[in-house]
């Protein structure tokens, strides 16, 4: 227990120190900013959810003892909570129906995945209810914030007419980027801290087959109720949105799954991956990938290529 104790507190310091780091204002510190949850997610899949329960009180704690009340629970709600749950939900197990390595079925990774669609969205959705929990008057202080920043980077009157189009186009974009960015960052911080406690020997669960991840069957509904309430008007839009760009996130991640599933064995396999990957400086090809990944949900691509290929050849 003290062990535990020891750990949380350490990891809750490091977990403070990153996320106080953009007090800085240097370009760096964004990115230690959004490595605030790894200490966290560390502490929980190497030792337990309770030494990253004491990690996200202790930097949550700290914070608040240093910028104000304010932070402990916008730290607690943006990387404690969400860190804390995660570590909890990966090391979830129960005795397994068939033969497996460890005698375990462990929380599956595709529903982890989705967890962090749903986690990130609620974290978003909350800092914009802080702002306001009128649509119209989040939107008008977005506008406001934004034209403003436009301005101060282009003063010349001939482009007023960009700058509101470039407006318009970033009030409509930025919650569901927000999203988006959420979802990527828990992602990432999970699989670091994941690889950190393998190479260490502490990783209980065995390292998943990401390309064989499967979605829970509520995850469909899900995404479809989102972007369908997307369209709605008011706050009830713009958090329906916030979700939707999340959950299209994972499914554009399932899509890679079953890209890397699908070429198996095949003997294009390192220029198709290559060149898909290297692509991703543009759009397209995230588009492509989420089409795959819902594709896949509707009609299990992956089963079907399977029993086209049949039972892999035993003879030698």
Do not use: C
Not at 95 to 113: C, I, N, Q, S
Not at 150 to 171: K, P, Q, S, Y
Not at 182 to 207: D, E, F, K, Y
Not at 218 to 244: E, K, N
């Amino acid at each position: 227990m003290v062990q535990l104790i020891l750990i949380g507190i350490s990891a809750g310091a490091a977990a403070a120190l990153l996320f106080a780091s953009v007090a800085s204002g240097s370009a760096i510190s964004l990115l230690l900013t959004q490595l605030a949850p790894l200490p966290i997610l560390i502490a929980a899949l190497g030792w337990s959810h309770w030494a990253a329960l004491i990690a996200a009180l202790t930097a949550s704690l700290a914070l608040a003892a240093i910028f104000g009340g304010f932070f402990f629970i916008a730290s607690l709600l943006s990387v404690g909570i969400p860190a804390w749950w995660l570590g909890y939900l990966a090391l979830l197990a129960r005795p397994a129906e068939r033969p497996t390595e460890d005698g375990l079925d462990w929380y599956p990774v595709g529903r982890l995945v989705v967890w962090t669609a749903i986690i990130s969205s609620v974290v978003i959705v909350i800092a914009i209810v802080n702002v306001s929990i009128d649509g119209d008057t989040f939107q008008e202080t977005l506008r406001k914030a934004i034209a403003r920043m436009l301005t101060e980077m282009n003063r010349t009157a001939a482009n007023i007419g960009n700058i509101d189009r470039a407006t318009d186009l970033l009030v409509a974009a930025i919650p569901g980027g927000a999203g988006v960015l959420n979802t990527l960052t828990l992602l990432v911080n999970l699989w670091l801290a994941a690889r950190v406690v393998s190479i260490s020997g502490r990783l209980r669960r065995p390292v998943p087959d990401i390309a064989a991840m499967e979605f829970p069957g509520f995850a469909p509904i899900v995404t479809g109720a989102a972007v369908a309430g997307s369209f709605l008007p008011g706050m009830i839009g713009i958090a329906a949105g916030v979700l939707a760009a999340s959950m299209l996130t994972v499914y554009a991640l399932l899509g890679f799954a079953v890209l890397h599933s699908l070429t198996r064995g095949t003997n294009g396999r390192p220029f198709v991956l290559g060149g898909v990957y290297a692509a991703l400086v543009f759009v397209w090809p995230v588009l492509i990938m989420t089409l795959l990944g819902l594709a896949e949900a509707a009609f299990n691509l992956r089963a079907r290529a399977a029993r086209r290929r049949g039972p892999p050849n035993t003879r030698t």
